[in-house]
């Protein structure tokens, strides 16, 4: 099973805000999405090896995207490391996730479970977002 990263999408309102947000990062040529950060994983050949970053909006893990590729840039004139993410988004249970910096591992065990591999939806797509994540942070959904 792969390793994992988890970010906050820091200033991300939803899903949709996640991706317009990316569209402006794309990788002009390739096509696939681009966020930057400060530190390097140290473990990149497991992350590489089938992994996902998996994003915390408004205190929930909502969607994971996978990872292809690692590169170096800068900014500022200083070093930075680009996580290079498949231009999909891939709904997981929502799961509550306490406030944290920067990115950390998420082992595969400890990984909220795609919505699509249990074979339903979990929500009525109807249900007001605000509904939705009430009942996730209760432990509902």
């Known amino acids: 099973m792969p390793l994992n990263l988890i970010k906050l999408a820091v200033g991300i309102e ?8 990316q569209r402006q990062w ?32 408004k205190g ?5 995207q996978p990872i292809i590729g690692f590169s170096e840039d800068t900014e500022d ?3 930075m490391c ?6 999909v988004q891939v709904l997981v249970q929502p799961r509550a996730q306490r406030a944290f910096q920067g990115w ?3 082992k595969p065990d400890a990984a909220p479970p795609d919505v699509a591999k249990h074979g ?16 996730a942070k209760l432990g509902l959904l």
């Open 104 to 106: 950390r591992y998420l």
């Open 26 to 57: 794309r990788h002009k040529k390739a096509g696939h999405y681009r966020h930057w950060t400060r530190m390097t994983p140290k473990r990149a050949t497991e992350l590489l090896d089938g992994g996902s970053l998996y994003w915390v909006i």
């Open 120 to 135: 339903k939806i979990f929500v009525d797509p109807n249900m007001p977002k605000a509904m939705r994540l009430e009942l």
């Open 14 to 21: 939803d899903l949709e805000h996640l991706d317009k947000r």
């Open 77 to 79: 004139g200083k070093p």
């Open 82 to 87: 680009v996580i290079e993410l498949a231009p």
């Open 60 to 64: 929930m893990i909502l969607v994971r």
